[in-house]
C-alpha cells in the first residue's frame, strides 16, 4: 500500500534526532522532533487505513490465509495505539519544558520508552507486511488460472 515504510522511515528519524538532542545535549534538535512527530501523527493512520483498503483488494484477487493478514493488522493497530500515549508523553515533555525551563525526566524517559516500543512495532510490522509481498504476493502479482479453473503457480 502507499505510504508503507513512511512510519518506519519517521520513527527511525525520530530516534536519531532523540539519540542527538538527548544523548548528545543537542537542545536545538525539540523543534525537528516536534515536526517529526506532528508528520508521524498524520502519516500513521494514514499508513493504517491503505493498508486495510489493500487487503480489501487482497481479499478479491489473493488466496491469503485470513490468520496472516490478522497478525499483520494486529500489530499494525498495536503500532498506532502506541503511538498516542508516545505523542501525549511528548507533548507533556514539551509543556513541563515550557512552565520549568527543563525537560522532566520521568516525562522524557516515558516518551524514549514508548519511542523505542512504536520502532519496534514499525519493524515488526513492515516484517510482516513483506512476508503478505514475498511468500504471497500481495499487491505484486494477479493469481493465474488454469484452464481447469484452479489457480495455476507462477513460475
Do not use: C, W
Not at 13 to 21: M, S
Not at 87 to 112: C, E, P
Not at 134 to 155: C, H, L, M, Q
Amino acid at each position: 500500500p502507499p505510504l508503507t515504510g513512511f512510519p518506519f522511515v519517521l520513527l527511525v528519524l525520530l530516534a536519531g534526532v532523540e539519540f542527538f538532542r538527548v544523548g548528545l545535549r543537542r537542545p536545538g534538535l525539540d523543534r525537528t522532533a516536534e515536526l517529526l512527530l506532528v508528520v508521524l501523527a498524520i502519516a500513521a493512520p494514514l499508513t493504517f487505513l491503505t493498508g486495510y483498503l489493500a487487503a480489501s483488494q487482497a481479499d478479491q484477487s489473493f488466496k491469503i490465509d485470513p490468520e496472516v493478514i490478522e497478525r499483520h493488522r494486529a500489530i499494525g493497530r498495536l503500532l498506532i495505539i502506541s503511538l498516542v500515549p508516545m505523542v501525549l508523553a511528548a507533548y507533556l515533555r514539551r509543556a513541563a519544558m515550557q512552565r520549568t525551563g527543563r525537560h522532566s525526566t520521568v516525562l522524557n524517559s516515558i516518551y524514549l520508552i514508548l519511542l523505542f516500543v512504536s520502532l519496534a512495532l514499525a519493524i515488526l510490522t513492515g516484517y510482516r507486511g513483506g512476508g503478505l509481498v514475498f511468500e504471497y504476493g500481495a499487491g505484486v502479482r494477479a493469481p493465474i488460472t488454469n484452464s481447469a479453473g484452479t489457480d495455476a503457480p507462477i513460475r
